[in-house]
């Protein structure tokens, strides 16, 4: 049973940083995709950032250049590096994963494994 467990989310000011990760279990494939996508209260789901098990990677425009992903495959982790922090950036952060390389990374429909979400908070 494929698990995803985030964590490292948290309450930071403004211009703040954090590092949330996702800690895989279960997933024996070499193939894969995975993502972080965060849901305000009220929002759509976004798509942030993705990688694939070919290194590729997409980012989204509101976090290109703030944002940047990390894997430690001895891990099975997966991180999100956050800097310079808005409040705008508040919700709740989610990782997920699926076994096909392919496909649109920062759509949500595209994944079919999800963590259960850590909250991020930054405060003007």
């Known amino acids: 049973q494929v698990q995803l467990v985030e964590s490292g989310g948290g309450s930071v000011q403004s211009g703040g940083s954090l590092r949330p990760s996702c800690v895989v279990s279960?997933?024996?494939?070499?193939?894969?995709?995975m993502a972080w996508f965060r849901q305000a209260p009220g929002k759509e789901r976004e798509g942030l950032a993705s990688?694939?098990?070919?290194?590729?990677?997409n980012y989204a425009d509101s976090v290109k250049g703030r944002f940047t992903l990390s894997q430690d495959k001895a891990k099975n982790t997966l991180y999100l590096q956050m800097n310079s922090l808005k409040p705008e950036d508040t919700a709740m952060y989610y990782c997920?994963?699926?076994?096909?390389?392919?496909?649109?990374?920062?759509?949500?429909?595209?994944?079919?494994?999800w963590g259960q979400g850590t909250q991020v908070t930054v405060s003007s």
């Open positions: 279960g997933y024996t494939d070499s193939r894969y995709k």
């Open positions: 990688i694939n098990s070919y290194g590729s990677t």
């Open positions: 997920a994963a699926d076994i096909s390389p392919y496909g649109a990374g920062l759509r949500s429909g595209f994944y079919t494994y």
